[in-house]
């Protein structure tokens, strides 16, 4: 067991017996005249032990390193765990005082706000592109602004003779660099099985310009209407 340095110990001495008693109290003083009072140390080892938190002193704290939260919200929780309760939610770019840190967590200070966020989702730069808020149309340094997709070639329509009419409804993956991947029949009011493949064929050679958020373009999923 580890004693704190607010156990005392206290040494009784009884000269009739010559024995001396060795008591543990906690908290406050016994005030007897046959008594010596002096602290112990501490010490701990073993299962005993706390796990390690690497905490500055409070006299260091002006001396913090900063760091800036890179996603567009961050929960601080009360304690280093995804299960803790979340006791404060920060902002894309806020700088934030870092404390300690433990198994992917960080314990930082906001204000008058402190909590643990996950360490992964803290950035040390200041110029770093995810620190900038995340704004509609907003341009920032070195990088294009958000915007929506747009096709860079459009689909080719295939014109079908056979008379059959209907709407045939098409999805498609379409990755970062703007090829769509795959394609699927979502519904096909046609009748007419060949129709379907003539719509994702159409889909499948298209071309996007894909979206831009926070600096990079991101695969998205298209939904294609052809009526025939």
Known sequence: MCVSDGVMGLLVFRPRSKAAVFLLSYGSWLVLSTL???????????????????????????????????VDTLN??????????????????????????????????????????????????????LVAPSRPGAARKNCPADRSFTFSKTPRLVFSQDGAHGLVVIE?????????TSTKVVSNETGRKELALAAQKEL?????????????????????????
């Open 76 to 129: 601080m929780r009360v304690s280093p765990s995804g299960d803790g309760r979340i006791v404060s939610r920060l902002q894309r770019g806020t700088a934030v005082a870092v404390l300690a840190s433990i198994d992917g967590w960080t314990e930082v200070q906001s204000g008058s706000e402190r909590g643990w966020v996950a360490t992964r989702y803290l950035t040390a730069k200041t110029d770093d592109p």
């Open 204 to 228: 499948g050679e298209a071309l996007f310009v894909p979206p831009v958020r926070n600096c990079r373009p991101i695969a998205f999923i298209y939904t294609y209407k052809r009526v025939f």
């Open 36 to 70: 010596v009072a002096f602290s112990i140390g501490c010490s701990s080892s073993g299962d005993d032990a706390a796990p390690a938190i690497s905490r500055p002193a409070e006299r260091d704290r002006s001396e913090l390193r900063t760091m800036f939260v890179a």
């Open 172 to 180: 498609a993956n379409v990755n970062a660099s703007g090829a769509v």
